[in-house]
């Protein structure tokens, strides 16, 4: 049934781009909107496949790419292990809420002059800026992970005398996992958002947010700005897939996967 239903959402998706594809496709070639402002969806598509061979294309996709993982793999960094000091010792946790949820709804992108004023222009600025987005999904997932974990397995592994660090290690983290997971797959997509949009509010370096900012300045422009977008929208894709395949093969008892790996193994 599972299987049946993940086909269905599937080729709804599907549906839908093709719809979206049409619709734009159809303005555009009627005259309803300039073309200046919307190119025909096929002109669009065809010149997002054509920069595919652009090799310094490329190696600005590779730009933003090393940006996001290190930014990421940062807010991991410091979002796992603070997370499991918060949400094991209620009394830090307690201690530190105001300040978290005063600098959870400053945006990043308001931080731009400020980061590069102290870090100056370049990836690094890039990197924490990402760093900074990314860690707050992480670090609250994790926070909520811990308080869903079994009572009764921490009971159990106090009452056979174990200290909280083994309680920790043996009973907390791998029932919170699968929420650190899921709060890296959200962060993973914040992550890349800022990556581009860093690159395209700061206007120098590389990066794809670079090659939209200055197509953007062209006089005909506008076909090479939405295959920018093309770009980060498939890349926004491919990573989402490749995580949501991971949780699945790592986490396979957790509820939303058990069911798919159950008829996997009857197959």
């Not at 707050?136 to 106090?158: C, S």
């Amino acid at each position: 049934m599972r299987r049946l239903r993940v086909r269905q959402e599937l080729w709804l998706g599907v549906l839908g781009v093709l719809l979206a594809f049409g619709v734009c496709e159809a303005v555009s070639r009627a005259g309803l909107v300039r073309r200046s402002y919307l190119p025909p969806a096929s002109e669009v598509l065809a010149r997002a496949v054509e920069l595919a061979g652009d090799s310094v294309f490329l190696d600005g996709i590779g730009v933003t790419l090393r940006a996001w993982a290190l930014g990421l793999g940062l807010a991991c960094a410091i979002a796992v292990p603070l997370g499991l000091l918060l949400g094991s010792v209620p009394l830090v946790g307690a201690a530190t809420r105001t300040v978290v949820e005063l600098l959870r709804p400053l945006p990043s992108v308001a931080l731009i002059p400020l980061v590069s004023l102290l870090l100056g222009s370049g990836t690094e600025t890039e990197v924490t800026l990402i760093a900074y987005a990314s860690v707050w999904p992480i670090l609250f997932n994790t926070v909520y992970g811990l308080g869903e974990t079994d009572p009764l397995a921490k009971d159990t592994l106090r009452a056979f005398g174990f200290g909280r660090l083994t309680v920790l290690l043996r009973a907390e983290l791998p029932a919170t996992a699968p929420f650190i997971a899921a709060g890296i797959r959200i962060s993973a997509a914040v992550a890349l958002i800022l990556a581009v949009a860093t690159e395209i509010l700061s206007g120098f370096g590389e990066g794809l947010g670079i090659f939209i900012a200055q197509a953007g300045l062209a006089t005909d422009g506008t076909r090479d700005v939405l295959a920018g977008v093309v770009w980060a929208g498939a890349l926004g894709l491919v990573i989402n897939g490749l995580l949501v395949r991971a949780e699945r093969r790592l986490f396979p008892w957790t509820p939303e996967h058990r069911e798919t790996a159950a008829q996997g193994a009857t197959r």
